[in-house]
């Protein structure tokens, strides 16, 4: 968590670590800045009204450099400007001190929730994009070709090759994504795709 209130981070420590999970407090943005490595897990509680450097700014710098981490806003008064702006970043909750227990409770469990989810969809992304890498130009041309549903005589029509260097094709890349049928082919590509569009929003 960051919050420049000593008295706040304290006793919220004592309370995550009540819940089971491991806390760490940091009294500014940038002392948290330094210290975050995007391998880290786990979840930001974030004071909407920091000093030095704005709460939107470290959470936008963090967005920029591909830190992606479950945020919770949190602040001392009603700022439905700030609220909007946060949750237009991509913040998971935006709540206004003070915060009971039991919603601490819920919204931490949420949040690393999300956390272990996009984490995981990273490492599958990671996986199909070495796969993906390993395809030549050509090999590209003709998944698209295989994605669209052509036959091989079509995709031998359309790339003025012959059928058997279609068959040929396709075999490499089959191999390269070690899948045994064109349905596993599509499965993975359309879940590449998928994930790729989702690490754009």
């Not at 698209?144 to 549903?149: I, M």
């Amino acid at each position: 968590m960051v919050d420049a209130d000593i008295h706040v981070r304290d006793s919220l420590c004592l309370l995550i670590e009540s819940y089971g999970h491991q806390a760490r407090a940091f009294a500014s943005a940038k002392e948290f800045y330094q210290f975050y490595q995007a391998e880290m897990p786990g979840c930001l509680i974030l004071d909407a009204g920091l000093d030095s450097q704005s709460s939107l700014d470290l959470y936008s710098k963090l967005l920029a450099e591909g830190k992606r981490l479950p945020v919770i806003f949190v602040s001392h008064e009603s700022n439905v400007a700030t609220a909007v702006a946060a949750l237009k970043l991509g913040a998971i909750e935006f709540l206004e001190r003070p915060v009971q227990s039991r919603t601490w409770k819920q919204r931490i469990k949420e949040a690393l929730a999300l956390d272990k989810t996009w984490r995981e969809q990273t490492e599958r992304f990671r996986s199909l994009e070495q796969q993906f890498n390993l395809l030549t130009s050509r090999e590209k041309e003709t998944l698209e070709l295989v994605v669209q549903g052509d036959t091989n005589k079509s995709m031998a029509s359309k790339l003025f090759i012959s059928e058997r260097a279609i068959e040929m094709r396709r075999a490499s890349i089959m191999n390269k994504f070690n899948v045994r049928s064109v349905a596993e082919l599509l499965d993975r590509t359309v879940t590449y795709r998928l994930l790729a569009e989702q690490r754009t929003q």
